[in-house]
């Protein structure tokens, strides 16, 4: 079976990779965990509000440019 082909091959570097992995989710967990204090309620809403607005713009520019696109050919 391929699992056992796979876990017969030795292991290079030992836990390196497994270090590594917890080293970036910690630091990201904490790089997080330090700006939600920051952030208050107001500041959550505009940067919905602005996301919504640009997906809005996204779409009705994307939808005019297709149907100028069709008329013209």
Same mark, same amino acid.
């Given at each position: ?11 290079? +570097? #030992? ?6 992995? @917890? !080293? %970036?989710?910690?630091?990201? +967990? #904490? ?6 204090? @920051? !952030? %208050? ?33």
């Amino acid at each position: 079976m391929y699992w056992k082909r796979w876990k017969a091959q030795p292991r290079i +570097g #030992g836990n390196t990779m497994k270090t590594n992995h @917890q !080293l %970036g989710i910690g630091t990201t +967990g #904490g790089t997080l965990l330090s700006m939600v204090g @920051q !952030l %208050g309620m107001h500041d959550v809403l505009r940067t919905a509000l602005l996301a919504a607005i640009g997906a809005v713009v996204s779409f009705a520019v994307t939808w005019l440019l297709q149907r100028l696109w069709r008329r013209r050919h």
